[in-house]
């Protein structure tokens, strides 16, 4: 038996030992600075002085109804008070879109993509901006376009959930809202404002979808009819790569061409770069074709089945060199419905991918006489987001389309669009001809040769612009956005390139809508892409702007895989040698050729490196084509009298 001293002992022992324990689990709990007597000069928690700031920031993660939060960034004007919210959901960083300059005044915080900085401003609207799942400071898993819940998405969110419960975070948590929200966005941004159309919050008031991705296949990113566009492939790359786009493409060429060429085909170059890691390059891989995977995710086919319960202004760029097909497509979808003439308005600028939220004076070598971007956000947004989103605003003055005409120089106010078609519209295209002795005329061909030909070489593709190609991308010195008003003397001059060209023009020559190509051809291959340009070539001099001297100015052009002319569902080899029609439409024209112009026809088989060869074989996938697949091919374009090549021009007012 211990003695009372030793049990004390023992107890003293244990009490000094739990304190030992006590110190360390403390000490772990709070770190010491290793140094204390030379502490941080960096504080645990900095906190900005912001009083001299016109605006206040918020910064939360917004949680949807699957417990995913979603990264938002709330700027709203100093002394707000039922302001209306203007909301943008983006894969592109919302906080970068907020912070573009760093300032104490909003202004400079928001000038850039993707915002309509005067009128958000000005009109004193809350800015919040959102990154959607999967992308910077969002939770969740990125898939490019989320498809609604369905086929091809079997979890119960998607872009229309959460908008939907973003949109009910907003008007329960800003006090300083009237609880009208507005969505707006460019490219996939514009997406964005299209699917919050798909069971809409009861808060949502307006939507303003700005060069929308609509359907990738048909005429937007990813194919245009059939036709891969393999210079995204570095978009791909980096948007599904990573989440914060940190990882980066790479090149060991100054000018794309000779990268694309060096790779051959587009499947080789993204094995390559180690693309069979991204799940989206994987789904393209897949599905060449225009398959229920494309169909079923087609905004403007999923709006058509959707009720009208939004106003919805559609922004449309005539030369949009990315989404030059989603706007107009939803606009064929909805308009129908708006039975009340009030629910659908379009808008139709002479501008690039998105330039209508910058400078719009001119693009390229083409001047407009005064900055058309400024005059659409003036007097068209600004009133149209006020009547919806600012209490006691009037009604916008805004016609059902506004179109500006290229040519002419001048915005029109319109009751509808197009004005000229095959079918149902007020006047019926006319046929332009292609005839012999490389002419254009209205007349249809009554003699003369059969066709003219050319010789299509896959191992030297027509560049779509001069070289040296620059990659895609909006970086300071870069051309990308202007390649659309490209002059096209570049393609004029080879002798793998048809031009047609009509005679001087005496009175001017109007058109208001999208151009129809109607070709009579034959290939000696079994598979070919057909390219099209509808050309307005300019004197040969020009007096107040001499660069302008001859040049070429493409009001509409655009590529055809000719696998898929009985069909887009299933690509089927071509009768070699056989004269076949191809028809197919070039985008959508609201120009004047005026009196001293002329108009060209181009029409060639390349449009590289936009677009991947075709190997001018069949074989079952392009992207996946081997070098041997690579062949010459003798291309004909007829002009007989029973084989007419035409393009359907929407010609108006004479």
């Not at 009819?225 to 989440?243: D, P």
């Not at 061409?257 to 790779?263: K, Q, R, T």
């Not at 169909?295 to 919805?312: E, G, I, T, W, Y």
């Not at 006319?430 to 249809?444: D, H, I, P, W």
């Amino acid at each position: 038996m211990k003695s009372s001293h030793t049990a004390a002992g023992l107890r003293s022992a244990f009490f000094v030992l739990l304190f030992a324990l006590s110190n360390a689990l403390q000490a772990t709990d709070t770190p010491q600075a290793k140094y204390p007597n030379y502490p941080s000069e960096t504080p645990a928690k900095f906190v900005p002085a912001t009083d001299s700031h016109d605006y206040v920031s918020r910064d939360v993660m917004i949680p949807m109804r699957d417990g995913v939060k979603l990264h938002t960034i709330i700027l709203i004007p100093n002394g707000a008070s039922h302001a209306g919210i203007l909301l943008t959901r983006t894969p592109y960083d919302a906080k970068a879109l907020t912070t573009h300059t760093m300032s104490g005044h909003l202004g400079p915080m928001l000038q850039g993509y993707d915002n309509a900085t005067d009128v958000i401003v000005e009109d004193g609207y809350i800015r919040v901006v959102q990154d959607v799942r999967g992308k910077y400071g969002s939770e969740g898993d990125y898939v490019m376009n989320r498809p609604v819940h369905g086929p091809l998405n079997p979890t119960p969110v998607d872009d229309a959930t959460d908008t939907y419960d973003t949109i009910d975070w907003l008007v329960k948590n800003i006090p300083e809202s009237n609880g009208k929200v507005g969505t707006l966005g460019i490219s996939y941004d514009g997406f964005e404002p299209l699917m919050a159309l798909i069971n809409p919050h009861p808060a949502l008031k307006v939507s303003v979808p700005m060069n929308p991705m609509v359907d990738g296949w048909m005429g937007d990113d990813w194919f245009h009819n059939g036709a891969f566009r393999q210079q995204n492939l570095s978009y791909v790359y980096e948007q599904t790569a990573s989440r914060d786009n940190s990882i980066k493409w790479w090149t060991n060429y100054h000018d794309e061409y000779d990268l694309f060429m060096h790779y051959g085909s587009a499947g080789a170059l993204a094995h390559a770069y180690g693309m069979e890691q991204l799940g989206f390059w994987n789904k393209m891989l897949a599905h060449p074709a225009y398959d229920s995977f494309w169909s079923d995710q087609a905004v403007d086919k999923l709006l058509a089945a959707q009720p009208l319960k939004v106003p919805v202004m559609l922004v449309h760029s005539l030369w949009d060199q990315e989404d030059s097909y989603g706007a107009l497509a939803v606009y064929r979808a909805i308009e129908p419905k708006d039975t009340s003439g009030s629910m659908v308005r379009l808008v139709m600028g002479p501008w690039h991918h998105g330039q209508e939220i910058d400078e719009g004076s001119s693009l390229g070598a083409i001047r407009f006489g005064s900055d058309t971007a400024q005059y659409f956000r003036e007097h068209i947004l600004r009133p149209y987001l006020a009547q919806y989103l600012k209490d006691g605003a009037p009604k916008a003055d805004i016609a059902a389309v506004t179109a500006y005409q290229t040519g002419s120089n001048q915005w029109q106010r319109l009751g509808r669009w197009p004005l000229a078609c095959a079918t149902g519209c007020p006047t019926k295209s006319r046929a332009l001809y292609l005839e012999a002795g490389n002419k254009l005329g209205f007349t249809a061909p009554a003699a003369g040769a059969d066709y003219d030909e050319y010789v299509s070489d896959p191992a030297h593709p027509v560049p779509y612009r001069a070289r040296p190609i620059q990659p895609m991308g909006y970086d300071v010195g870069q051309t990308w956005s202007q390649w659309l008003v490209d002059d096209q003397r570049e393609a004029s001059g080879r002798t793998d390139v048809l031009s047609y060209v009509s005679d001087v023009l005496t009175t001017p020559l109007t058109i208001s809508g999208a151009p129809q190509v109607n070709l009579v051809a034959s290939t000696s291959g079994s598979d070919s892409d057909w390219v099209v340009k509808l050309i307005d070539v300019y004197p040969d001099q020009v007096a107040e702007q001499p660069e302008m001297g001859g040049y070429q100015l493409a009001v509409a052009m655009d590529i055809f895989r000719g696998r898929y002319r009985e069909g887009f569902t299933e690509g089927k080899p071509i009768a070699a040698n056989q004269p076949l029609p191809y028809r197919f439409a070039l985008p959508s024209a609201n120009h004047v050729f005026l009196p001293g112009h002329r108009i060209m026809v181009q029409v060639q088989s390349s449009w590289f490196p936009l677009y991947d060869r075709n190997p001018q074989t069949f074989v079952p996938n392009i992207m996946l084509a081997k070098p041997a697949d690579y062949v010459k091919a003798t291309q004909r374009m007829y002009h007989a009298p029973a084989q007419a090549s035409f393009i359907a021009l929407p010609v108006v007012g004479g």
